[in-house]
């Protein structure tokens, strides 16, 4: 698979998600070219605030891996992560992150974002990380196009 | 109960996170007075490296209060919450933090830190919680000192 096609299914991740009334945000973790995770953000689901894409990708990870380092593994997720997602990412020393759309078009359509970026994490925290931005862009901006026409949205 | 009393408690579930050979890490979230969640670290035992225990703790309490919105919660940290934590705590709109020991302090004693304080993330992030350190620093320092002499330790 390639990496378009991780992204890809990310991207469908977070359109279920979507139907099911949550927030438009998929992550899918990779290692070696096979999915490790894929999940939607569940915050409502859930009802637990921690319940971003990436943190449910990481911890699912953990389990399926049987560790909490997950060096090797590259991250795609249809949005910025937010700097807890992106502090996860770190933690779990996840080796790169590719994503689509950024925190200022979460923000656009409503989110509470904390408006600091990955890059900025990245350089002030010291973290080997490699981020590769704008990845797959407008498909991902479209999920937050969908999201706002459905009638059960919920934003935070 | 006073707010001393409050970090006692995360001080002692943090000790008894250390005897299980968990990191000395706890974490108490308090409302109008009533203690909603208090938990130690957990990363080791659950094999989840997002398992801080302010993560734990605020996961626990969206559940208890059947809610994603803990405004009007105060959380106590034995130790300087990490960017992802710190955010987690804006994300659930965490009135206060107070902490004891300091991010540089945890990194003293071999811990992966992020070294980007929480007054950092507030101003940067432009959050609006409210920040004191310092906060009975010195029992909380004394947790790694009592970690750092066990003999299952294991850091990460």
New interface residues.
Partial sequence: MTNNEFMLLAIEKARTGINQGQTPFGACLVRKEEVISCEHNN??NN????AHAE?IA??KA??KL?????SGCVMFSTCEP???????C???RISKIYYGAGIEDAKKYGF?E???SND??KE????PIKIEKDFLRNECIQLFKEWSKSTDKNV?
Same sequence: chains 1, 2.
């Avoid at 002030?124 to 973290?127: A, D, E, F, I, Y």
């Fill in positions: 915050v409502w009802l637990d605030i921690t943190i990481i911890r953990c389990k049987g560790t909490i380092d997950l937010c700097p807890m997602c992106f502090s996860a770190h933690w779990a509470n904390i408006e600091i900025f994490m002030k925290g010291k973290s935070y």
